[in-house]
């Protein structure tokens, strides 16, 4: 591939990631910051609301991010398919395969990010590189992006990984890694959309909340999970006062609105 043409489709999916960013995001953000704040209060996990020199911060460094993630997309996608195990055709391995990458794609993401996430915390990592997401103690939607570009290249991390180990329709990890950006801006919403007791379900005690990551954003250690707590329960690292923030978000009567 000519420096042009990959410079060209570079910029291409540099465009398209911008806009899902601002598009998902900026709508989440209308919808629980602008026009709806006051509705939504009771469930706003941390009552005061971050001020615009937060959002502008976590709009820039989301910015670099989507450059990175670019890069990687690009060279996943065009320039390094012939070594992956990206394939075009749906009947190369079924239907019922196809779908069954979705749940797999999840659990590989789900452990990456565990366990990268936990090594970002080590002293060395977390001063230099994801202190960046970190300044968001009480972070909104934009700041679902907003990470040191070393923890931006870790992050696209992922792409690669599934491409060259997990057979997976191209289709499949576009739709999946636009799944991923809208569970990631949930996480980072500041307001609980679980239902109450959500978190006792047999289901529900395995799945990661806004809550949780919430209090990882405010408390620094603990709940380092993506989309489920399978490894925080495992490994002794949910955070205890998990399930009772969870319980005094959603079961709220009444909230007074800080903006």
Do not use: C
């Not at 749906?90 to 999840?106: A, N, Q, R, V």
């Not at 992922?158 to 890694?177: K, M, N």
């Amino acid at each position: 591939m000519e420096a042009g043409e990959f410079f060209q489709i570079w910029k291409q999916i540099s465009g398209n990631i911008t806009y899902r960013y601002f598009l998902i995001a900026g709508i989440a953000f209308l919808l629980f910051y602008v026009l709806f704040n006051k509705f939504f209060s009771i469930r706003k996990i941390q009552a005061k609301f971050p001020q615009k020199k937060d959002y502008l911060r976590d709009i820039t460094f989301s910015m670099i991010t989507v450059l990175i993630f670019a890069t990687m997309a690009t060279l996943v996608f065009w320039v390094l398919t012939p070594y992956t195990n990206l394939y075009r055709e749906i009947d190369t391995y079924g239907k019922f395969y196809y779908w069954l990458t979705f749940p797999l794609m999840f659990l590989i993401h789900d452990t990456y990010f565990y366990w990268m996430h936990r090594l970002m915390h080590s002293p060395l990592l977390f001063k230099k590189v994801h202190l960046t997401h970190h300044l968001s103690t009480n972070p909104t939607p934009w700041t679902s992006y907003a990470f040191h570009p070393l923890e931006a290249t870790i992050e696209a991390g992922i792409i690669p990984l599934i491409a060259f180990t997990l057979p997976v329709h191209r289709s499949a990890l576009v739709l999946f890694l636009l799944f991923q950006f809208i569970y990631n801006v949930y996480g980072h919403l500041g307001f609980e959309l679980y239902p109450k007791n959500f978190h006792k379900t047999k289901i529900g005690r395995w799945i990661n909340t806004s809550t949780a990551h919430n209090l990882h954003h405010r408390q620094f250690t603990g709940n380092y999970g993506l989309y489920f707590l399978i490894w925080d329960r495992w490994m002794g690292t949910l955070r205890k006062n998990y399930e009772h923030t969870f319980e005094e978000v959603t079961e709220r009567k009444t909230r007074k609105t800080t903006v």
